[in-house]
């Protein structure tokens, strides 16, 4: 299976939660990082399992197309593909440049096609596989202030639901994992007065824990869910 933005918060714990599991893993990640490359050989150790790390930039296609082609080069069954890094970014439609967009949309939009595209291509000659998209709440309400971030998610949620109908006569199973606030670096994002509005509507009003997220990417990739498709699951404490 491959994992992108493996090496810290909800990435690195689907690494944990998979590896757990009895899965072998592509850890794909943007930079080498010698502590990342420990965890995975210590996983690799304690699971009986092989967890590899793979480097690329996701603004760069010609990096994503050696990436995914050094994975399908070992000639292995790719079974399960979460896209899962991505960028955060606030700023108002008058406030945010064209040229911020297009950054945002590198990462959270084209690269997510793209992998999607290599990958997917493996998985029909298979004749199955599951890929999980890590969309965003924020791509489902409109907030103000997050003009690329929120649409290059909900272009994400669309991207994943065509995928389903595409892909479903290949036994491909497309679907999204919507997280709300999760504590992780990227969660805490936010100002706190934005927090304490999104606190204010939980019914749960806590933080969600990167695991939680992971948990769920585990149902979704298992036989469990195998009439789940084209859907996006939100985990946000119950943002009502």
């Avoid at 082609?69 to 439609?93: M, Y």
């Avoid at 590198?106 to 990958?119: D, G, K, S, T, Y």
């Avoid at 990227?186 to 204010?200: A, Q, R």
Wanted: charged letters at 25%; aromatic letters at 6%; hydrophobic letters at 40%.
């Amino acid at each position: 299976m491959i994992i992108t933005g493996a090496n810290r918060g909800i990435g690195l714990e689907t690494v944990k939660e998979f590896a757990k599991n009895g899965d072998n893993i592509w850890a794909c990640a943007r930079q080498e990082n010698k502590e990342f490359e420990n965890c995975l050989a210590e996983l690799s150790a304690k699971y009986k399992i092989t967890a590899k790390p793979v480097y690329f930039d996701l603004s760069k296609e010609d990096e994503i197309k050696s990436g995914i082609k050094s994975i399908t080069a070992e000639k292995k069954p790719i079974d399960v593909l979460i896209n899962n890094a991505g960028v955060p970014h606030g700023g108002t439609i008058a406030m945010t440049p064209i040229s911020k967009v297009r950054e945002v949309y590198e990462i959270n939009v084209f690269a997510q096609i793209q992998i999607i595209q290599l990958v997917s291509r493996i998985m029909m000659r298979q004749k199955s596989g599951r890929i999980i998209n890590m969309c965003s709440v924020g791509g489902i309400e409109t907030s103000p202030g997050y003009l690329a971030y929120g649409s290059s998610k909900a272009a994400l949620i669309w991207i994943t639901k065509s995928a389903a109908k595409e892909l479903g006569e290949y036994n491909i199973r497309v679907n999204g994992i919507a997280p709300g606030l999760i504590d992780t670096e990227m969660g805490h994002y936010k100002s706190e007065t934005e927090l304490k509005k999104v606190f204010d509507r939980m019914s749960v009003k806590r933080m969600g824990r990167p695991e939680e997220v992971a948990k769920a990417a585990l149902y979704l990739a298992s036989d469990e869910a195998d009439y789940i498709t084209g859907q996006i699951l939100v985990i946000d404490g119950g943002r009502v």
